[in-house]
């Protein structure tokens, strides 16, 4: 096939699944990483997925970064945005740096990403964008007006784009995930996590990162080609849209 996928945040979590099952189904796949040097040798290790260190929030690292995928790998055909953090706080604890954090990473990110791979997405027409949200853009959580705020944009951001690329074969949406068993999630509080949230959800149990990583898979294919605009809720039940 050929193609080249880029999975922000893609060393980790979600998005270690993400880039797995990408490399999987045929993809030369590069996976960026923000910080945890550890976690990403080891997943290169297992993996064989090359993971590249910079900071979405910042443009023009995206920008170099970028330059040294596409001479590693090629051009990149896929874009999955999916590196996230969490700066959770009820609002009046909430400070600005916990608030700039977030929108930094979470919405400003998608901007940094997709402005640098889309001119030449046009030019070859074809490509796909897929934008991990959150049940928590859709719903609002309390503790995260700033990770709500920011995945609610994510879902506009989707939106708009997805009527710009269409005519240039460029496709773009997004994923809401509900409570996926990763170390972000596993971080809330155990007694918040076992008697607030998981009751929440009818499935009676929190997601596998695999149940986003094969959504991921059929947004990109060619398959796909006529869904866009498209938010995709896994979530358990736990929201209906
Ligand atoms: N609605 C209304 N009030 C709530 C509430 C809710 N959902 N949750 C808590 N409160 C209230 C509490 O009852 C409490 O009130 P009192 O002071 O009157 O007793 C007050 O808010 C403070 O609650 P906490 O004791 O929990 O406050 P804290 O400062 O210890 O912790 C928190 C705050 C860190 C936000 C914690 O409540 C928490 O972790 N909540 C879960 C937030 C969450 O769901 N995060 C998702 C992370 S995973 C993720 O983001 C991935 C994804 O996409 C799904």
Redesign the pocket.
């Known amino acids: 096939m050929g193609r080249v996928a880029l999975v922000t945040g893609g060393s980790r979590g979600i998005g270690a699944a993400i880039s797995s099952a990408l490399k999987e189904a045929g993809y030369a796949v590069a996976a960026t990483y923000a910080g945890n040097d550890e976690a990403a040798a080891k997943f290169t290790k297992e993996t064989g997925i090359r993971t590249y260190k910079f900071d979405v929030g910042d443009y023009e690292a995206c920008g170099a970064g970028i330059a040294r995928i596409a001479a590693d790998l090629g051009p990149v055909d896929v874009l999955v945005n999916n590196a ?1 953090i ?1 700066r ?3 609002f009046h ?1 909430m400070t600005p740096q916990m608030w700039k954090e977030v929108i930094d990473t979470n919405l400003t990110g998608l901007f940094n990403m997709t402005h640098q791979v889309w001119g030449g997405m046009r030019d070859r027409k074809f490509g796909r964008v897929i934008n991990i ?5 859709q719903k609002g ?4 007006a700033n ?1 709500s705020a920011a ?1 609610a944009g994510d879902l506009g951001f989707t939106k708009a784009l997805a009527q710009e690329g269409a005519r240039a074969g460029i496709t773009v949406n997004a994923i ?5 068993a ?1 170390e ?2 596993k ?3 155990e007694k ?2 076992t008697e ?2 998981i009751p929440q959800i009818p499935v009676g149990r929190l997601g596998e990162p695999e149940e986003i990583a094969r959504i991921v898979v059929f947004l990109a294919s060619d398959e796909a080609g006529f869904i866009t605009g498209s938010t995709v809720s896994a979530n358990g039940g736990q929201f209906f849209v």
Do not use: E, F, H, W
């Open positions: 996230g969490t959770d706080a009820m604890k949200s959150s049940i928590n853009g959580q309390a503790g995260q990770y995945k809401c995930p509900g409570y996926i990763t972000m999630v971080a809330i509080d918040v996590l607030r949230i």
